[in-house]
């Protein structure tokens, strides 16, 4: 089956900082997804970007899809990015990686 | 509107209470889905209903029941659930079931005592 794998697992940012992630997945990719979990659990469609770039005030994501990998930028960190990412890709149902803890400082 | 709704937020109910767990959205979506997401740990996929009809069950048991009354609406219904049920449960819809974006709900938080 589908094998998504995102890193950093943690990261921990002082406000104002700039960051990547990183997310790999093992099969051609039809629909992949990034979306960020608050902490109250509401999971939030980011991006939907099988290829290419797109950009979203601050985020920015890019999926190279021949090589197989989906980055997620952020800039200009705020604490409320504070979060867990998750990548998702779709092969007959959408499989997420582990994610990554964000956590923004003040 | 992108929103998917779940009602309730949390529930708390013993081994042997019978409840559900409803979802609705209108964006005219023809697919919904119910994940599980377990602390620390990604949404697994419990059911995807396609077209008002279940097209995938990921082995989950009996005391897990879903319902789709309608193309707006999804339900779950639970019985003699165990402690490790657990989890929060999240409701997720999208256009057509195949590869398009999935909207997730806010979620319902499952306490089994």
Known sequence: GIQVEQSPPDLIL????????????????????????????????L???????????????????????????????????SGVYFCAQYGNKLVFGAGTILRVKS | DTEVTQTPKHLVMGMTNKKSLKCEQHMGHRAMYWYKQKAKKPPE??????????????????????????????????HALQPEDSALYLCASSQDGRTDTQYFGPGTRLTVL
Request: glycine share 4%.
């Open chain 1, 47 to 81: 991006f939907y970007i099988p290829s290419g770039t797109k950009q979203n005030g601050r985020l920015s994501a890019t999926t190279v899809a021949t090589e197989r990998y989906s980055l997620l930028y952020i800039s200009s960190s705020q604490t409320t990015d």
């Open chain 2, 45 to 78: 996929l419990m059911f995807v209903y396609s077209y008002e009809k279940l097209s995938i069950n990921e082995s989950v048991p009996s005391r897990f029941s879903p319902e789709c009354p309608n193309s707006s609406l999804l339900n779950l219904h639970l």
């Open chain 1, 14 to 45: 002082q406000e104002g900082a700039n960051s990547t992630l990183r997310c790999n997945f093992s099969d051609s990719v039809n629909n992949l997804q990034w979306f960020h979990q608050n902490p109250w659990g509401q999971l939030i469609n």
